[in-house]
């Protein structure tokens, strides 16, 4: 990922926006196009490795580490909610962070 805060910004609102397409597409109309939603999926854990280390220990404790490519639809979409999560609340947390230093 750059390390330029305004391109990461722009990179995380990007994601946000297709995130927020895709899960609406798939609760409202039932639809995913299961491959972009696997390469984004991948794309996210490769680009935070912060997120995904924590989500393999999660899953390696609890014993429920399944290949991605493998699951159902409900679980890639629940994946990519967890995922937009994440991304939300590291946006509010780097936001507040920086308002505090510059105060």
């Known amino acids: 990922m750059n390390n330029n805060p305004t391109s990461n910004q722009i ?3 990007k994601t946000i926006a297709e ?7 798939y609760r409202n109309f039932g639809v995913l196009n299961r491959s972009d939603a696997i390469e984004k999926y ?3 854990n490769s680009d935070h490795p912060e997120y ?3 989500m393999t220990a999660a899953t390696t404790v ?3 580490a399944t290949s991605i490519d ?3 639809n409900d679980v890639i979409v629940d994946n990519l909610c967890t995922q937009l999560l994440y991304l939300t609340g590291k ?3 780097e936001e507040k962070n920086n308002g505090k ?3």
Not at 19 to 25: D, L, N, R, S
């Open 11 to 13: 990179d995380d609102s």
């Open 19 to 25: 995130y927020k397409a895709i899960i609406f597409q």
């Open 42 to 44: 991948k794309k996210f």
């Open 52 to 54: 995904c280390a924590a």
């Open 62 to 64: 609890s014993g429920t």
């Open 70 to 72: 493998q699951v159902t």
């Open 91 to 93: 946006n509010v947390w």
């Open 101 to 103: 230093s510059e105060a």
